[in-house]
């Protein structure tokens, strides 16, 4: 796909299992160019990504760049 929306993609998956998940989405991402929008509590899945938005009720309270896919 070309756009991938994931909401918690790794919500209540054991750590080792949503390792697996998130590799595979950033795999996807490296292969085919697979821009992802994810939305996480998991601020170790957020570094990973390029650009980070941090809500708080609704509205942006930061937004800074992350390490990338490769983090």
Avoid: W
Avoid at 8 to 23: A, C, F, H, Q, R
Wanted: hydrophobic share 35%.
């Amino acid at each position: 796909p070309k756009i991938l929306l994931a909401d918690e993609p790794t919500g209540n998956l054991d750590g080792e299992t949503g390792k697996i998940i998130v590799d595979l989405l950033f795999d996807l991402h490296e292969r085919v160019g697979t821009t992802m929008l994810l939305i996480s509590h998991d601020q170790t899945l957020a570094t990973r990504c390029d650009r980070v938005v941090t809500l708080a009720d609704g509205r942006i309270v930061d937004e800074h760049l992350g390490e990338g896919p490769s983090g």
